[in-house]
């Protein structure tokens, strides 16, 4: 009987080292979301943002990144989608510039 109580405890302790802490997850998944801002991956970007702040509710320092973040994608995304506009797209582009 001892040595089924050593090794559920063993069992049980091993368990508990492997899986990670809210804040271990939000620190993974703002490290992917970085990731894929970085190759201009802006929808994983913000999927992986959104994820996080839905399964790791008690992260909050990671969460006050992942908003700073969540900015940096809007901002990256945007820049890029000037970048590309061309012919209509610009003339439209320009026309709404004129009045604001």
Same mark, same amino acid.
């Given at each position: 009987m001892k040595h089924h109580f050593i090794l559920i405890a063993a069992a049980?302790?091993?368990?508990?080292?492997?899986?990670?802490?809210?804040?271990?997850?939000?620190?993974?998944?703002?490290?992917?979301?970085?990731?894929?801002?970085?190759?201009?991956?802006y929808d994983e970007a913000r999927d992986t943002i959104f994820s996080l702040r839905r399964n790791c509710p008690?992260?909050?320092e990671a969460r006050k990144q992942a908003i &700073?973040? !969540?900015?940096?994608? %809007?901002?990256?995304?945007?820049?890029?989608? &000037?970048? !590309?506009?061309?012919? %209509?797209?610009w003339e439209r582009l320009d026309i709404k510039r004129q009045f604001f």
């Amino acid at each position: 009987m001892k040595h089924h109580f050593i090794l559920i405890a063993a069992a049980t302790l091993l368990a508990a080292c492997t899986q990670q802490t809210p804040d271990e997850r939000a620190a993974t998944m703002l490290k992917e979301a970085r990731y894929a801002l970085h190759h201009h991956h802006y929808d994983e970007a913000r999927d992986t943002i959104f994820s996080l702040r839905r399964n790791c509710p008690t992260a909050i320092e990671a969460r006050k990144q992942a908003i &700073l973040l !969540l900015d940096s994608i %809007e901002m990256m995304a945007a820049t890029d989608s &000037l970048r !590309l506009a061309t012919g %209509e797209e610009w003339e439209r582009l320009d026309i709404k510039r004129q009045f604001f």
